[in-house]
């Protein structure tokens, strides 16, 4: 059971907005950056936003996050066929001293 | 060009021993914090384990702490994990992944699976 918490399933039609929720507490995402990953099963996690809104080069500007108090969230704008993958958070606590990641988030496009 | 290459998995039996590498190429190795993450069949990714550029801080997560151990040397590019008393519930692909300071896990290598099975 994860200490920081995204709901395991999200879906979404093409061109439709879907945003994916990460919920933590005061020693991790209240206190420290957020960052996303994209998944696809048979491949290497990709970084899609870090400092909680920042996307690196080459991450298209649908994607966007954002962070609010102990919760973050990832937003998909413009949802396209190949999206479709696991998404997870990540933040560092600074209490228990480890770096944590949602459970994931599974995005199916319908 | 960023790369990141493990290398040392493989199946060995529960209560065993195995060493991970991962081979580092295309930037200054010893100017960042390299961690592995790990995921189980069917699971998430789990953050395992962090060492600063310098050694000065290393990091474990609880559930390898006491059995796996993370090292690098800076001179040979290279990062290590040893792992020992390994349980059924290690087995996972691992991970090994560049942070780049406040910008998150930004490197990843193409992973190397173990299994732990007897």
């Known amino acids: 059971q994860s200490v920081v918490t995204q709901p395991p399933s999200a879906s979404g039609t093409p061109g439709q907005r879907v945003t994916i929720s990460c919920s933590g507490s005061?020693?991790?995402?209240?206190?420290?950056?957020v960052t996303w990953y994209q998944h696809l099963p048979g491949t290497a996690p990709k970084l899609l936003i870090y400092?909680?809104?920042q996307r690196p080069s080459g991450v298209p500007d649908r994607f966007s996050g954002s962070k609010s108090g102990t919760s973050a969230s990832l937003a998909i704008s413009g949802l396209q066929f190949e999206d479709e993958a696991d998404y997870y958070c990540?933040?560092?606590?600074?209490?228990?001293?480890?770096?944590?990641f949602g459970g994931g988030t599974k995005l199916t496009v319908l | 060009e960023v790369q990141l290459v493990e290398s040392g998995g493989g199946l060995v039996k529960p209560g065993g021993c195995l060493r991970l590498?991962?081979?580092?190429?295309?930037?200054?190795?010893?100017?960042?914090?390299m961690n592995w993450v790990r995921q189980a069949p069917g699971k998430g990714l789990e953050w395992v384990s962090c060492?600063?550029?310098?050694?000065?801080?290393?990091y474990h997560a609880d559930s390898v702490k006491g059995r796996f151990t993370i090292s690098r040397e800076n001179a040979k590019n290279s990062l290590y994990l040893q792992m020992n008393s390994l349980r059924v519930e290690d087995t996972a692909v691992y991970y090994c992944?560049?942070?780049?300071?406040?910008?998150?896990?930004?490197?990843w290598g193409q992973g190397t699976l173990v299994t732990v099975s007897s």
């Open positions: 590498s991962c081979a580092a190429s295309g930037f200054t190795f010893s100017s960042y914090t």
């Open positions: 060492i600063s550029g310098n050694d000065y801080y290393i």
């Open positions: 005061r020693s991790n995402i209240g206190s420290k950056t």
């Open positions: 400092n909680n809104n």
């Open positions: 992944v560049r942070e780049s300071s406040g910008e998150g896990f930004d490197y």
């Open positions: 990540a933040v560092w606590d600074d209490s228990l001293k480890v770096r944590l």
